[in-house]
């Protein structure tokens, strides 16, 4: 089994909050005695050019942030991942649908669900100012096992059994 020591983190420096979050990546990777290699993109093609620079300084696996760009651009981080035979990790499940490695993030169908019920509230004649921030409460953790074969990695059976949803 290989050690993994370096990665790189694909993020959108278009975001507000891109910074604040790629400082805060980059500093609990650090802490693990990982490598650290940025990829900044906000495009299709920003998205190609980050995975071409990884030619000449490949790393041991990626991560991409949440973003809507990424989330749009699935298909394509899907076949990029395959092509330079890097494993990915993504924060929505619907990467791993198209063909990504992993996702571990909020569940989008529980936020959507907790969206319906405060609007049922606020159409109840609640005020939304009057209603509490949520944050998310459900997150999971899916694996494409099809993506893990073509990339020869072997995903452990402790995974397999944590993981909300294996696709095959």
């Known amino acids: 089994m290989n050690q993994t020591t370096s ?6 420096p278009n975001r ?12 609990s990777a650090q802490a693990r005695g990982l490598q650290v290699r940025i990829l900044a993109a906000g495009s299709g093609p920003e998205i190609d050019s980050a995975f071409n620079m990884l030619t000449r300084e490949p790393v041991d696996a990626l991560l991409v942030l949440s973003d809507p760009v990424y989330l749009n651009q699935r298909d394509q981080l899907a076949r990029l991942e395959l092509q330079y035979r890097i494993p990915t990790v993504n924060a929505s499940r619907e990467a791993v ?10 569940s989008i169908e529980d936020s959507y669900y907790q969206a319906g019920i405060y ?14 921030v949520l944050q998310p409460t459900k997150f999971e953790l899916v694996i494409n096992l099809k993506t893990a074969k073509a990339l020869g990695l072997i995903v452990p059976q402790a995974l397999l059994v944590a993981a909300d949803e294996v696709i095959e």
């Open 97 to 106: 649908v198209a063909g990504s490695l992993a996702s571990y993030g909020a």
């Open 16 to 27: 507000p909050n891109y910074q604040a979050l790629l400082d805060q990546m980059v500093a």
């Open 119 to 132: 609007t049922g509230r606020i159409l109840k004649g609640e005020k939304p100012a009057d209603l509490p």
């Open 7 to 12: 990665i790189a983190i694909l993020g959108n």
